[in-house]
């Protein structure tokens, strides 16, 4: 209801006292100028209009707002809007992830051999500048010879501690990119923020952090995101990995800070999970944001991952406002909060089957995440926490985005469709005098608004509101099949065909399940009619004697 709170403060200032405010158009645009002074970004407004749009459905008020898309842009400001943040295209994604969860495991045993080594060399390298009075590089090498001679694994040993902060970046890549929590958030994580709740039969790693959204009163709220059990690898890496600079930051400074507020802030940033390093030039043992940014470049520019056309083009479908910012051979360097958001778009588009399936064990997180997210009051209530709503409204905003991109794509750019709804939509647009059927504007608007909708099956899509995804699609009037997805059913059609062929080899009577089976490969074989699909017609029948 934030909308509704933030409307009612903007109408009273305007001087008005309710809704009926926004009928004069006067009126509504004192209110839009009002608004325009919150400096709100693109997406809250578009969230906060949904509010409006049902107040005018539900015939509250009789304002018709339009395209709410535009006015939320308005409002912003061209220079607000164009800042939405990165989505990552998908092989670029999954390759960042999929190093990261490597990283995190080839180190994890070693964390704590990490700290001992990096103890050892300062303090060598300490003890050699100050009673030898040598030169740095060969300070270092001494340096060097001494920790090695503890250790043989692959950990790299340098003063301006670069390979700690590649490591960070692996740790933050694989904690980001599995839970959808701000910067902020992250910080919020430590060794206890891991656990394990039991839902059914199903085990549902969480993460228990702060929310860093502004609350009511200042007061800091818990809030559980739902992740992998790598995640708890990463945090514990990088808090044991770093253990030596938390002992040399209360060793040699905690005990000349006089004042109690600034001591207690100075033993807050020790007890961070991202800490820096106090001889590379910090003054304080918290890290800021453009230190965890310049971790992720690091280790991102040491995969080299070259974009190619076909992330360039996903790039720019995924990130409208970003358009030509990606060029093939570009490394793409994401800011933190591109997790975020890649979060949520994945979630939409890939049901987060391209971030879970990377291991066999992740596999199973498909199903528990999808239904976690999908009901997640229940789960929430079920365990009694606070659970974050503004990532649900990111991921709600993604799908209203991703239905925006396939109608429009329906709509306007498919050269064949199939199904009694694609072959209606194919006639609109044969009947149309421009190339343009529907702007992506109107059906953004309509879908908002719940004027146009639609569902994905296995075999097609539906764009009944209503559908439950149990109905008999080889019936449906509402059937739309791209012919993406036709080529994708060449496949269904050849088990399909060979179920039934082992059933009538077997003499098997079962004539419900041959039927079946039987008027399912005839309706896939329409779809490849109406796409003008080559193929070789199934030659099976059902004769009497079968039934």
């Known amino acids: 209801m934030d909308g509704a709170v933030i409307f009612e403060k903007i109408i009273k200032d305007c001087g008005g006292f309710n809704y009926n405010f926004l009928e004069e158009d006067r009126s509504f645009r004192l209110f839009l100028e009002k608004a325009a002074l919150k400096k709100f970004r693109y997406k809250s407004w578009k969230n906060h209009f949904m509010f409006l749009v049902m107040l005018n459905s539900k015939g509250y008020i009789k304002r018709d707002f339009g395209n709410t898309e535009s006015l939320a842009k308005k409002l912003a400001g061209n220079s607000e809007y164009a800042k939405q943040t990165m989505a990552l295209p998908e092989n670029i994604a999954s390759f960042y992830f999929d190093n990261s969860i490597k990283t995190v495991e080839k180190y994890h045993p070693y964390r704590k051999n990490i700290s001992e080594l990096y103890d050892v060399f300062i303090k060598e390298f300490i003890s050699n500048k100050k009673n030898n009075g040598v030169n740095y590089i060969e300070c270092r090498k001494k340096a060097l010879k001494k920790a090695h001679y503890y250790s043989s694994y692959d950990i790299k040993l340098d003063m301006t501690s670069s390979w700690l902060s590649w490591l960070r970046g692996a740790c933050y890549i ?79 400074y905690v005990e000349k800070i006089h004042h109690v507020d600034e001591k207690n802030r100075f033993l807050d940033g ?68 591109a997790f975020r958001r890649t979060f949520a778009v994945f979630f939409v588009r890939n049901k987060l089957g391209s971030l879970i399936d990377l291991k066999y064990q992740f596999k199973h997180m498909n199903i528990i995440m999808t239904s976690w997210y999908s009901n997640q ?16 409204s990111e991921i709600a905003d993604e799908n209203y985005a991703y239905i925006t991109d396939t109608l429009y794509y329906i709509y306007n750019d498919a050269e064949t469709l199939a199904g009694p709804e694609g072959k209606r939509i194919l006639n609109l647009r044969s009947e149309s005098s421009t190339t343009i059927y529907l702007s992506r504007e109107e059906i953004a608007a309509q879908v908002s608004e719940g004027r146009m909708s639609i569902i994905e099956h296995p075999t097609g899509h539906c764009t009944n509101p ?34 039934f062929n082992a059933l009538v ?28 699909m080559s193929y070789i017609k199934f030659s099976g029948e059902i004769s009497v004697s079968l039934l």
């Not at 965890?292 to 996903?314: H, Q, R, T």
């Not at 990130?319 to 910012?325: F, H, I, L, W, Y």
């Open 377 to 392: 009051a229940h789960l929430a209530s079920f365990f009694d926490m606070m659970i974050d709503e503004d990532l649900i």
């Open 270 to 337: 020790i007890n961070s999970l991202f800490i820096a390093i106090p001889f590379a030039k910090a003054t304080q043992p918290k890290v800021g944001r453009q230190a965890i940014s310049d971790s992720i470049k690091n280790f991102v520019k040491s995969l080299n991952y070259k974009a190619n056309i076909n992330d360039v083009k996903e790039f720019n479908l995924l990130n409208p406002t970003r358009v030509n910012e990606l060029k093939v051979g570009d490394i793409l360097i994401p800011h933190p909060h």
């Open 466 to 499: 209503r559908c439950d995804r149990v109905c008999d699609m080889t019936i449906c009037q509402y059937k739309i099949v791209t012919k993406e997805k036709a080529v994708s059913l060449i496949e269904v059609r050849e088990r399909l065909i060979n179920k």
């Open 505 to 532: 080899d077997a003499k098997v009577n079962q004539p419900n399940i041959l039927s079946k089976l039987y008027y399912e490969v005839r309706s896939i074989e329409k779809v490849f009619d109406e796409h003008q």
């Open 174 to 252: 694989v904690i980001a990119g599995f839970t959808g929590c701000r910067d902020g958030e992250i910080k919020s994580f430590n060794l206890d923020s891991y656990v394990e709740k039991k839902y059914g039969d199903v085990i549902i790693p969480l993460l228990n952090g702060i929310d860093t959204k502004p609350n009511i009163g200042g007061a800091k709220r818990s809030v559980s995101w739902v992740t992998i059990p790598t995640a708890s690898k990463a945090i514990e890496l990088l808090w044991d990995a770093y253990e030596f600079a938390r002992i040399m930051w209360r060793e040699e």
